[in-house]
C-alpha cells in the first residue's frame, strides 16, 4: 500500500491540496450564487461574467471579448446584444480607430457589477473574520499563490475598483 503524503509533512501532496481547493471553491461558488441572486431577474450568470470581464479589463472589441470568455465571437455577440438591449453595454467607436467598435459597460452595468461584487466582498469578509490573524496571512500567501500560478489578475484592495476572481480566464 502506497502511503499519501499528509498537509504540512514537508512534502508537496497535489492530490490533498485539490480536494482543500475544490472544497473551498464550492463555498465561493456558493457565495457568488447568493450575490448573483440580487440581478437574476436581469443578467444571466454567463452573461454577468460577460459584465465582468469588461468590468476588469474596460472596452473591448469583440473578438477579445469572446477569447477572454472562452466563447466564439457569435457566442458573445448575442450575450452582448441582450446586454445593450437592456442597457447594460453600449457599443462605441474605438478613439485609437474610427473604423472599429468597443463594447463597454454603461453606468447601469458598472453599478449591477459593483452591487453583486460588494455584497460577496462583505460575505467573504465574515468569513475571513472568523480567522485568526496567522490564518489570514497563511490564506493570503496561498491564495497569492494559487492565482498567479492561474493567471488571474489581483483583486483591487479597494470595493470601488473592481476585479473579480475567477472569472476573467487569466487574460
Known sequence: MVEQNQPGDGMDDVDAVTRAVLTASRL???LSARSLASVEDRV???QFRLLVVLSTH???KLVLLAERLGV????AMRMVDRLITIGLVDR???PDNRRET????????ERIVEEVMSGRRKEIASI?????PAQRAALIAALTAFTEAGGE???AARPVELHPLGWTGGT
Open 58 to 60: 474596460g472596452a473591448a
Open 153 to 155: 489578475p489581483e483583486a
Open 128 to 132: 475571513v473574520e472568523r480567522l485568526d
Open 102 to 109: 468597443v463594447l463597454r459597460l454603461t453606468p447601469e452595468g
Open 92 to 94: 462605441q467607436t474605438n
Open 28 to 30: 465561493l461558488v456558493a
Open 72 to 75: 466564439s465571437p457569435s457566442t
Open 44 to 46: 444571466t450568470l454567463h
